[in-house]
Nanobody, 125 residues
């Protein structure tokens, strides 16, 4: 049974930082690219960042470049999202996901096969 479990969300003031973690179990972690998406109330789920199997290739949504960093530790089956300089508009439920395109990370939501349950991030002004 595949499981993705996110943690690290919470309430933070604008300008603060959070680090999200996501652990994959039930599959071989290095066979997957990993991504982070977010969904704010009343809005569609949107791409945040993605990383290939080795961690050598990453991609970010334009609004997150320079503020967010995605990384992974294959020895721990874990992907991270370091979020700095947080803004109120970053408030959303953040989801991690796994895609089979292990070499070239994808930004396309339909390419992600497995999803976590989400973790809430709230940024106060």
């Amino acid at each position: 049974q595949v499981q993705l479990v996110e943690s690290g969300g919470g309430l933070v003031q604008a300008g603060g930082s959070l680090r999200l973690s996501c652990v994959l179990s039930g599959r071989t972690f290095v066979e997957y690219s990993m991504g982070w998406f977010r969904q704010a109330p009343g809005k569609a789920r949107e791409f945040v960042a993605t990383i290939n199997w080795s961690g050598g290739v990453t991609r970010y949504a334009d609004s997150e470049k320079g503020r967010f960093t995605i990384s992974r530790d294959n020895s721990k089956n874990t992907v991270y999202l370091q979020m700095n300089s947080l803004k109120p508009e970053d408030t959303a439920v953040y989801y991690c996901a796994a895609a089979a395109s292990r070499f070239i990370p994808t930004e396309r939501l339909p390419d992600f096969r497995f999803w976590g349950q989400g973790t809430q991030v709230t940024v106060s002004s």
